[in-house]
């Protein structure tokens, strides 16, 4: 029997990356999943997001492990468009326990700079916002809402002069942190229902988000066109164990745990999966 057997999970961004792995871990525990992405780009940012076809390989991990999926085209940003692949994903699979609003964009170097800044908060706010307010009214007793924030949203590069504290980074931060007081107060709001909402905080995931160009140049601002070999050794500057990043797994274990029974008392929380990253950098309280 597996550790959520039987439910049925909405996934965001889940067409690659850390949403792909959560989807794929949820379905080997025995839930069934809605997945959405918007398997497009979105211009001000300057690096590539997930095609269709990144999807369809979503699906197809899913499917192998036995489990069914409803995998739609869908942008965070637009309410409506969740609404409805809910509406028909609960209707084929017949119910909804667990959702895992994870999609999201990095603005550092976004450009146009103020554009970035809107679409950053709009996807890493507003589009969590969206996923989580959508799935509410299918949600029960038992239920598990987690949002993905950002061991960033606990730092403060905001007031720095470090790179990424431009108008997109600023953003990133300022939407992650948003959220995690969304959740906060969502959490204490539901608790009587006993339903449950916590957010899970990664450091460095070795995702097509890390690696990506506007994330080489943050880590590598003396070097103009920065590539992953000269961006890599300073990785390990975001954690206090000596790695350089955490793999999409490590993240996907922690959903599983929070998703599942064997977390039923646990709401309100901020995890950390940072590999000591906030013991090092804790100037940001949450
Ligand atoms: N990779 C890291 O180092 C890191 C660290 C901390 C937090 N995070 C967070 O983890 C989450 C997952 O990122 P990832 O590392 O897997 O990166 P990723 O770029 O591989 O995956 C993000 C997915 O979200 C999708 N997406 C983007 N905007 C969307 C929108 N408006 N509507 C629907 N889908 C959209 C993308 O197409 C992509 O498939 C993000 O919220 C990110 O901020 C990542």
Not at 42 to 71: C, F, Q, W
Not at 153 to 169: I, N, R
Not at 256 to 277: C, K, P, W
Request: glycine letters at 8%; charged letters at 20%; aromatic letters at 6%.
């Amino acid at each position: 029997m597996g550790r959520v057997e039987g439910k049925v999970a909405f996934v965001t961004g889940a067409a690659r990356g850390q949403g792909r792995s959560h989807a794929v871990r949820l379905a080997e525990e025995g839930a069934d999943i809605i997945a959405v992405d918007i398997c497009h780009d979105i211009e001000s940012m300057g690096y590539r997001l997930a095609r269709r076809e990144d999807l369809d390989e979503t699906a197809n991990l899913v499917e192998k492990t036995g489990r069914r999926i409803i995998a739609e085209q869908a942008d965070v940003r637009e309410a409506a468009q969740l609404r409805s692949v809910l509406a028909a994903g609960v209707a084929e699979l017949g119910r909804l326990d667990i959702v895992v609003a994870q999609a999201g964009i990095a603005g550092m170097s976004g450009n146009p700079p103020w554009q970035a800044w809107s679409d950053v908060i709009d996807t890493n706010l507003i589009g969590t916002i969206n996923a989580i307010q959508a799935a509410l009214p299918y949600l029960d007793e038992g239920a598990s809402i987690i949002a993905t924030g950002s061991t960033a949203a606990l730092m403060d590069v905001a007031k720095t002069d470090q790179p990424g504290a431009d108008p997109g980074g600023i953003a990133y931060i300022v939407a992650k942190r948003g959220l995690s007081q969304y959740v906060h107060e969502l959490a204490t709001h539901i608790a009587a229902r006993k339903i449950r909402a916590n957010v899970v905080h990664p450091t460095n995931c070795n995702t097509d988000m890390l690696q990506s160009e506007p994330m080489y140049r943050a880590f590598r601002p003396d070097l103009e066109h920065p590539t992953r070999a000269d961006a890599e050794p300073v990785f390990p500057v975001q954690q206090a164990m000596p790695i350089p990043f955490i793999e999409p797994v490590d993240i996907s274990n922690a959903i599983v745990f929070l998703a599942s029974e064997e977390a039923r008392y646990i709401t309100g929380m901020q995890l950390r999966v940072d590999g000591g990253g906030y013991l090092k950098w804790y100037d940001y309280h949450i």
